[in-house]
């Protein structure tokens, strides 16, 4: 099992407010998606050593 990924790294200027948009949806979609699969780890690993 692996750590995920930090958040998305946002440029210090500015940013259009469309493309912080598409920033913060990539940075949740990929924290969501990992925790999805940690969890289910979790339950594989749960069900393997009963």
Known sequence: M????????????????DQAI???AKDRASLGDCKRLDHA?????????K
């Open 22 to 24: 598409l920033l913060w």
């Open 41 to 49: 780890k979790g339950d594989t690993i749960k069900v393997l050593v």
């Open 2 to 17: 692996q750590e995920c990924r930090g958040v998305v790294d946002v440029p210090h200027t500015f940013i259009p407010y």
